[in-house]
């Protein structure tokens, strides 16, 4: 009984949580306008502080989820992120993730979906940010290029969330552009149990237990180290193979609250 009245108070939370969020995403446009008008003055140090503003609402929101019993979520290693130069690489179990991950290193850029840009939710946030929609074009390349010149990447290379079967598959592409631009490629290991906020599923289908988050920053990367073997394709290939091993491995352990 005790654990139904939970469930009962986190689909409560989880409600609320929900409208919390789109409500406020919409709303939070009007502090944006200022980083929304005048397009040409989108310098990366506005972009940084726009990034900071909305960031730090996402740190409120994650602290509601984690406060009010929705999730728990447990990170490691984070004091190494946020480098610029570095691409940061994670496996996508769930919705929340780059919530998570983001309002944790605030000033990251971040490759998002290209639809993402025509919801009221996020679209702002998108923008003022200068975040990038992801698209397959040269050009592509060359922005993902010019930002790691600079900036710190978070990509989620799977291009959606994990399935079901927990099968972590990486787009060999996000791990050539790494090699390509990157000075160190960093993987943070997303675990999640048990699962929730999956592809597909609605939002009030939570499980009995409370799901448990845990954020395991890795080990660097140097991408010279992997380039002096081998040229740039068959590099790209080994260690796209390397990294989902990688992430597959750890994410099989269930995380423990």
Request: glycine residues 6%.
């Amino acid at each position: 009984m005790k654990r139904r009245l939970n469930r009962l108070w986190r689909l409560l939370a989880t409600a609320l949580g929900f409208v919390m969020f789109g409500v406020f995403g919409v709303l939070f446009q009007i502090v944006l306008l200022p980083y929304l008008l005048h397009p040409e003055r989108h310098t990366l140090a506005r972009q940084k502080k726009a990034r900071r503003l909305v960031t730090r609402s996402w740190l409120w929101f994650t602290r509601y989820l984690t406060g009010s019993g929705i999730v728990a979520a447990h990170f490691e290693g984070f004091e190494r992120l946020g480098r610029p130069g570095q691409l940061i690489v994670a496996n996508h179990p769930s919705l929340l993730d780059v919530v998570f991950l983001l309002s944790r290193v605030p000033e990251a850029n971040c490759i998002v979906k290209a639809d993402l840009q025509h919801n009221p939710t996020m679209k702002g946030q998108i923008a003022a940010c200068g975040y990038l929609p992801n698209e397959e074009s040269l050009e592509f390349v060359d922005t993902v290029h010019d930002i790691l010149q600079r900036e710190c990447l978070l990509v989620f290379p799977e291009g959606t969330r994990t399935g079901w079967d927990g099968e972590v598959r990486f787009h060999r592409g996000v791990v050539s552009m790494g090699l390509r631009s990157a000075q160190v490629i960093t993987p943070v290991v997303v675990r999640m149990r048990p699962l929730n906020f999956k592809k597909g599923q609605p939002w009030y289908r939570i499980p009995l237990e409370k799901p448990v988050y845990r954020f395991t920053v890795g080990e660097d990367i140097d991408p010279q180290t992997w380039l002096a073997e081998k040229p740039l394709p068959i590099a790209a290939r080994r260690l796209n193979d390397h990294l989902q091993h990688y992430f597959n491995e750890r994410t099989r352990h269930e995380p423990t609250a």
